[in-house]
């Protein structure tokens, strides 16, 4: 029953550094998303996959990129961390279509000092 | 893009009160969801609503999706100590594929 893992699942940067934020879901959902979650902020999506070998930006894609490595890998990257991207990351997956909501990983807590 | 407007941003009960909250959208959904986020970890899907009217409840807790499909409302009876965390609507509106908008999230606190 591991559903949606993201790793890691707290990480300290300094502003400038690079990382990547992994998620991989078993479930053999097609579509997979990344957001961040701030104070006040509720959840805002930084980019999607619809589908393997697809991907889109949401509401805050600046500062950040996506790779769909595969229909079960979705990972974030930050090339050059700023302290406005210290937030909590999720990842979520949903099957195809319009009736499903998404099931989330447990977050990745970043912060750049 | 679409704007989901969640109130109360925070409440404080009793344990065994009830607990409304609502979600407005500028424009119509077809589709409406509620999560709840425990402290450290990812939302939980709780209900979903899929047509104008819709009634919902699982167990404690009852949804409604409304008439004019740009308003939602959950309530929780009878609250206990474990309702403690963060209530997110979510919306599905039209023409827009499988992505859903997150409202800002209501953090209810339960004091015994």
């Known amino acids: 029953n591991a559903g949606v893992t993201q790793t890691p699942k707290f990480q300290v940067l300094k502003t400038g550094q690079s990382m990547t934020l992994q998620c991989a879901q078993d479930?053999?959902?097609?579509?997979m998303y990344w957001y961040r979650q701030d104070p006040g902020m509720g959840l805002r999506l930084i980019y999607y996959s619809a589908s393997e070998g697809t991907t889109d930006k949401g509401e805050v894609p600046n500062g950040y990129n996506v790779s769909r490595l595969n229909k079960r890998e979705f990972s974030l990257r930050l090339e050059s961390a700023a302290p406005s991207q210290t937030s909590v990351y999720f990842c979520?997956?949903?099957?195809?279509?319009?009736?499903?909501?998404?099931?989330f990983g447990s977050g990745t807590r970043l912060t750049v000092v | 893009g679409q704007q989901l407007n969640q109130s109360p941003q925070s409440m404080f009960i009793q344990e065994g009160e009830d607990v409304s909250m609502n979600c407005t959208s500028s424009?119509?959904?077809?589709?409406w969801l509620w999560y709840k986020q425990d402290p450290g970890e990812g939302p939980v899907l709780l209900i979903a609503?899929?047509?104008?009217?819709e009634l919902t409840s699982n167990g404690r807790l009852t949804a409604q999706f409304g008439i004019t499909r740009k308003d939602s409302f959950l309530n929780i009876s009878a609250s206990i100590p474990s309702d403690v965390g963060i209530y997110f609507c979510a919306g599905r509106g039209t023409g827009t594929a499988s992505k859903l908008t997150f409202g800002t999230g209501t953090r209810l606190q339960v004091t015994l």
């Open positions: 609503l899929y047509k104008a009217g």
């Open positions: 479930m053999n959902h097609n579509s």
């Open positions: 979520a997956s949903s099957p195809s279509g319009t009736g499903y909501g998404y099931t």
């Open positions: 424009s119509i959904f077809n589709t």
